[in-house]
């Protein structure tokens, strides 16, 4: 059976099958065999499936300890040389792993009644040794480059190995882009050619291509201001630092990186990717007709408006708070795919009446607060301990509303949490009085 169990998991991971299936596949394999009868058997029964749980998550979770120490293993050595910006990118990535391990053990322990059953004390020595990293003295330089984007849909692509990428949103017509390059060699000579080879940049009109070369002996951060409303499409990548979208409208946006962060602020596009391996995916006021965010090692924040969006992490918490775009009009649809295997995913909708909200969630416990009062449920509980709870509901009047809100929320262990948004009370003036907040289920730390 447990030879079983770890297959299902590593389809899981190989992104064979969804966390939804794997879901269904392990409740199933915990159904199989006859049940004894009588009340001491059926205790036993139940205590064996608990045991077995604990020994599953257990064994899960040496085997993601060492995954996540290959990984960061593996990103070292690609790294030997560590600025500053790296430095301050690698702590963030510590501190994103270490509150996703946080939420896999809250949730364990929560769940079986026992202490933490993921060991990741072996994460500590690579932790200690990512601050140990010699530091090299650099030669530092700047590049600018200048120009202007023609074309109805121009694009932008941003490649990076070692740095950060930053594009915002300005209101000058062309873009400017700031190549910050430390060199880390001793020799005058070697550290002038590398920076002056380190960066193939190319412009035709609708067309911007930045790419620096791979070398361990040099980091670029790219800082990309761009026309605000231009319609761009865009791609940022880095293999070590954090991709930033802030204050623009895109046509389309892809930022990705693997040890970093991803952030997007104040901006929109009709389809956004966001992906990161170690680190976490942030948003904050945006808006997107599709939306794609995943990461492995952290948790992903969405706030704002999305008609399609699917947001994925393996070892993280997945918070959403779901807003409808005014340019959507009276009448809208949004619906968001949420999958989890190790952490807790929260979904904050909206306090407005004229909102319907159908929800399916699936995970070790399924908490609706002070909303559960507004939904017509229709529950399938858990087969025994360790097993995952089903609910599947909508609020009164859903089919009618004018704005609807589908949620699909699957976690293999965690818990689901639905929050409803409470409206700010409003003075004579026409001013918030500052008390909008959530139901007591957003009181949970």
Excluded at 65 to 75: F, G, K, N, V
Excluded at 97 to 104: G, K, T, V
Excluded at 194 to 218: M, P, Q, T, Y
Excluded at 303 to 315: F, I, P, Q, T
């Amino acid at each position: 059976m447990q030879e079983e169990r770890m297959h299902i998991l590593r389809m899981l991971e190989e992104g064979k099958i969804t966390a939804e299936q794997a879901a269904a596949l392990l409740e199933a394999l915990g159904d199989e065999g006859s049940r004894p009868a009588g009340g001491a058997r059926e205790q036993a029964s139940q205590g064996a499936k608990a045991s077995s749980a604990a020994r599953e998550l257990g064994a899960k979770g040496q085997e993601l300890a060492a995954q996540i120490r290959d990984a960061i293993r593996a990103a070292m050595r690609s790294v030997p040389h560590v600025a500053d910006e790296l430095r301050e990118n690698w702590h963030e990535v510590r501190h994103d792993i270490q509150q996703a391990l946080r939420d896999i053990k809250r949730e364990i322990k929560e769940e079986l009644g026992r202490g933490p059953l993921v060991d990741m004390s072996g994460l500590s020595e690579l932790f200690q040794n990512l601050r140990g990293v010699t530091r090299w003295p650099a030669r530092e330089s700047e590049e600018v480059l200048t120009g202007e984007l023609t074309g109805e849909a121009p694009r932008v692509r941003l490649v990076t190995k070692n740095g950060s990428i930053s594009m915002r949103g300005w209101e000058q017509p062309g873009y400017k882009v700031v190549l910050k390059k430390r060199v880390y060699v001793e020799d005058e000579d070697e550290a002038e050619e590398l920076a002056r080879s380190a960066v193939a940049a190319s412009a035709s009109g609708d067309k911007l291509e930045v790419l620096v070369r791979e070398s361990s002996k040099i980091s670029v951060s790219i800082e990309a201001w761009l026309p605000k409303e231009r319609g761009i499409v865009a791609e940022a990548m880095s293999q070590n630092g954090a991709v930033t979208l802030e204050g623009m409208t895109l046509l389309e946006g892809s930022l990705s990186t693997t040890n970093g962060a991803v952030r997007v602020k104040e901006a929109s596009a009709r389809r956004l990717d966001l992906s990161t391996v170690n680190g976490a995916v942030s948003v904050d006021g945006a808006a997107a007709e599709k939306l794609e965010a995943s990461t492995t090692n952290g948790g992903v924040v969405w706030s704002g408006a999305a008609r399609e969006a699917s947001l994925k992490s393996v070892n993280g918490s997945i918070r959403v708070d779901a807003e409808f775009s005014d340019s959507w009009g009276s009448a809208a649809e949004s619906r968001y795919r949420l999958e989890c295997v190790n952490g807790s995913l929260r979904v904050a909708v909206p306090g407005d009446p004229s909102v319907g909200v159908r929800l399916e969630a699936r995970g070790r416990r399924i908490d609706l607060g002070g909303a559960e009062d507004a939904f017509e449920l229709e529950r399938e509980p858990g087969a025994g301990p360790g097993s995952n709870r089903r609910l599947a509901g909508a609020t009164r009047g859903f089919e009618g509303a004018p704005k609807r809100l589908i949620v699909e929320a699957t976690t293999l262990n965690g818990a689901v949490r639905v929050e409803r948004e409470v409206k700010p009370k409003v003075d004579e003036g026409g001013e918030a009085d500052g008390e909008e907040g959530r139901t007591a289920a957003s009181e949970e730390a």
